[in-house]
């Protein structure tokens, strides 16, 4: 079946630090690949997507994500986070063909200490 | 562009009512809306997806007659909670998909809508 793993459910940086949230999906076909944020009692906002092209997207509040076809992986990337990107982020994929579906990953909590 | 809204924000209910939650795309024709659940500390789980005019598909494990949606229009999709509980609290949200080239390959997410049943 098609999943969405996240590694890190929860992660704690100092500000300053650089982050990388990894995020693996199972699923052979092509896919649009997404990250989300959702910050304390907010709703989701797209920080940046992936449909086709160069692999490295660069998307808003200074975050980035790597497309790795042979990895599965999209893993999402800041060199330098603030405290005000404490929050939960969700990795999503979702498949065009079989029907359009989007599996969201179970999110990780990421705090940033001021 | 490809705002979507969601009907009421938040509300409360006692055991045993229902409850209608409209999802609306303001700027585009959604053929397509999706309705999520999320717990506290959750991610969202996808409940059915919605095509305008046709039945809805539910995931494995949702009930149908407990939650129905109808997508009667391009604009507006409902979700009616039928005879809430307590553990029917949670939120909301649902989503939705245009045929245009800018709402074709991704969802909308409405702001949603957090339901707390007494």
């Known amino acids: 079946a098609q999943s969405v793993s996240q ?8 500000e300053a630090a650089s982050l990388e949230l990894g995020c693996n999906y199972s699923y052979g076909g092509t896919v649009n690949l997404f990250w989300y944020v ?3 009692g907010q709703h989701l906002q797209l920080l940046l ?11 808003i509040k200074g975050f980035e994500a790597e497309f790795i076809k042979s990895k ?8 330098s986070v603030q405290w005000s990107d404490t929050a939960e982020y969700f990795c999503a994929v979702t498949r065009n063909t079989g029907g359009f579906k989007t599996i969201f990953g179970a999110g990780t909590r990421l705090f940033v200490k001021a | 562009g490809a705002v979507v809204s969601q009907h009421p924000s938040w509300v409360i209910c ?14 585009f ?3 397509t809306m999706f309705w999520y659940r999320q717990f506290p500390k959750q991610s969202l789980m996808l409940m059915a ?9 539910y995931e494995q494990g949702v009930e149908k007659d407990k939650f129905l949606i109808n997508h009667a229009s391009l604009t507006l999709s409902t979700l009616t909670v039928t005879s809430a509980h307590p553990e029917d609290s949670s939120f909301y949200i649902c989503s939705a998909r245009g045929v245009g080239r800018a709402t074709y390959n991704e969802q909308f997410f409405g702001p949603g809508t957090r339901l707390t049943v007494l």
Do not use: M, W
Request: proline letters at 5%; one cysteine or more.
């Open chain 2, 14 to 27: 006692k055991s045993g009512t229902s409850v209608k939650i409209e999802c609306r795309s303001l700027d």
């Open chain 1, 38 to 40: 959702q910050y304390p």
């Open chain 1, 49 to 59: 997507k992936y449909f086709s092209g160069d692999p490295l997207v660069k998307g």
């Open chain 2, 49 to 57: 997806t919605s095509n305008e005019g046709s039945k809805a598909t």
């Open chain 2, 29 to 31: 024709q959604a053929t």
């Open chain 1, 7 to 14: 590694h890190n459910h929860h992660v704690i940086l100092s």
């Open chain 1, 72 to 79: 599965f992986s999209f893993n999402l990337r800041k060199p």
